[in-house]
């Protein structure tokens, strides 16, 4: 059966999202840092640090890999999952839209493997990283046009029924606007 995904494009505050995971924009450390790194890490609380911690110790001793995702619990924050990827930094060479078309599609595939139906998604790498807002919201378009064609349908597991771009700015917004056109219902 082909599941139904919904999508939606907010301005807002990921950590205030009611959705079952938020992704985070980490870094390979998985350590914390600024941005909305930091903001989740502080709405969360230490808990999530914490956990971030044992999975450096156990499974992912040299850090989270550019385009690969990880989830820990939420916390304190409404959101009971934080799936955790590492976009790519422009400032380090990182240019290759595939890099980061990956961290959509690999943070949709553990949501889908810890059961979340509804998922949360900031601008990754379009901060300190340093992609340009419309190439960020291409690629995430690219990705999602993907997965409503074919993610759900491939897949006799769970579905992500609800995927909720959250922007922080007004012309983040716009692009992402532009760029989804009609995959976004009106
Ligand atoms: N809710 C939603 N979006 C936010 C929030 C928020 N609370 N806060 C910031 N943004 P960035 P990156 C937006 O720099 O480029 C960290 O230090 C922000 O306006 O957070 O992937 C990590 O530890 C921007 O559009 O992530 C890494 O070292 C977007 O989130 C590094 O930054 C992403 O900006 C990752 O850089």
């Known amino acids: 059966m082909m599941g139904f995904m919904r999508i939606e494009i ?22 914390g840092g600024g941005g909305v790194d930091g903001a989740i890490h502080r709405a969360a609380g230490p808990s999530l640090l914490a956990e971030c ?5 156990s499974t992912l001793p040299d850090g989270l890999p550019v385009g690969h995702a990880v989830a820990t619990r939420g916390g304190n924050l409404p959101a ?21 078309a990956s961290c959509f599609t690999e943070s949709l595939r553990v949501a889908r493997e810890v059961g979340a ?3 949360a998604f900031p601008a990754i790498s379009a901060g300190v990283y340093g992609w340009a807002a419309e190439r960020v ?15 759900d349908a491939a897949d006799a597991g769970p579905t992500v029924d609800l995927v909720r771009f959250v922007l922080f700015n007004e012309p983040l917004l716009s692009a992402f606007r532009d760029a989804f056109g009609d995959l976004v219902a009106a």
Do not use: F, K
């Not at 380090?92 to 839209?97: A, I, L, R, V």
């Open 80 to 100: 009971r999952w934080v799936i955790h990827t590492v976009g790519p930094n422009i400032h380090w060479g990182q240019t290759d839209p595939a890099l980061l």
């Open 53 to 57: 911690r044992r999975l450096r110790q």
């Open 137 to 151: 919201a291409e690629v995430a378009a690219g990705v999602m046009r993907d997965q409503v064609a074919t993610g």
């Open 10 to 31: 907010v301005l807002g505050d990921i950590t205030m999202q009611r959705v079952d995971a938020i992704v985070n924009a980490a870094n390979s450390t998985l350590l």
């Open 117 to 119: 139906r509804s998922v």
